[in-house]
């Protein structure tokens, strides 16, 4: 069963109007207006991608069974997921029962680093991040709801975004260390800035879109690590996928080596 909603392709213009929007609501409180990190409420990234989906506001945050669904529309459910999709696991259990559920996990393509005073809010640097996002560096998160993928009623969307990435010095705040960088800033803002592309994912063929070129007839994961540029624990991942939805098979070993063949 393919699974289809109103969005079937990229769309810049309701992009940018769904980041204007969200700047207007915010009367321009955010960290690219210079005001002071730390103080939003809900999280940029999250905020934009919900209008984008739905820009009618009357259908977020509604209650379905013992949970609050980012977005409900004729299409379904939507989830807004920035950050683990592990943790949806329990709501997706009982939100399937109800309807089709999108769950939407954005994946940062391109980012600049933009370096704050968290007291003033006055700009210290600006530089552009080496680290660049695919579908593969999105594998982790994927991969936490293996069990889910050939659910013909679940649908995960893939944007691919630019972003500005807003971090702090001297902030007072509650999180864990390993969420501070190296140089003590803390991540306070995440604010995109364009979509580039999306993956979607609605049923088992569409995950065709993890198989990179170049693989022989018989390969192994580190013969898949080289053809998709990722490591091999991605790899591994995206194999273990690949052969739950049907695309490719195991057929023996070589050495200590799975070896595998597309379907």
């Known amino acids: 069963m393919i699974i289809t909603n109103n969005i079937n392709s990229i769309d810049k213009s ?14 321009g409180n955010t960290p690219s207006h210079g005001k002071i990190i730390g103080t939003l409420g809900e999280k940029s990234l999250h905020a934009v ?46 939100l399937l029962e109800f ?10 393509v391109s980012r ?12 210290i ?10 579908v593969y560096s ?49 991540v306070s803002d995440t604010v995109p800035t364009d979509i580039i592309d999306e993956i979607i994912l609605a049923q088992p063929s569409d995950y065709a879109a993890l198989i990179p070129a170049g693989l022989p007839e018989n390969f192994g994961a580190a013969d898949f690590a080289a053809a998709a540029g990722t490591d091999p624990a991605a790899a591994r991942m995206a194999l273990n996928l690949l052969v739950r939805t049907g695309l490719a098979s195991r057929t023996g070993k070589n050495g200590n080596s799975i070896v595998y063949k597309l379907v």
Do not use: W
């Open 138 to 186: 999105a594998l982790r998160e994927l991969y936490t709801l293996r069990e889910f993928v050939t659910d013909g009623r679940l649908t995960i969307r893939l944007p691919f975004l630019t972003a500005d990435e807003y971090r702090a010095f001297g902030i007072k705040t509650n999180r864990r260390k390993k969420q501070r960088t190296k140089n003590g800033e803390y």
């Open 49 to 94: 991608l919900k209008r984008y989906y739905e820009p009618d506001r009357s259908r977020h945050e509604i209650p379905v069974g013992n949970y609050v669904a980012d977005i409900v529309n004729q299409d379904g459910i939507f989830e807004i997921q920035t950050r683990g999709l592990s943790n949806l696991r329990p709501k997706l259990n009982e």
């Open 14 to 27: 309701r992009f940018s109007y769904a980041l204007g929007i969200y700047n207007s609501e915010n009367n």
């Open 99 to 108: 309807c089709r559920v999108t769950v939407v996990h954005p994946v940062i």
């Open 125 to 134: 640097s600006v530089r552009k991040s080496p680290k660049h996002g695919s």
């Open 112 to 123: 600049r680093i933009i370096s704050m005073n968290s007291e003033t809010g006055e700009i």
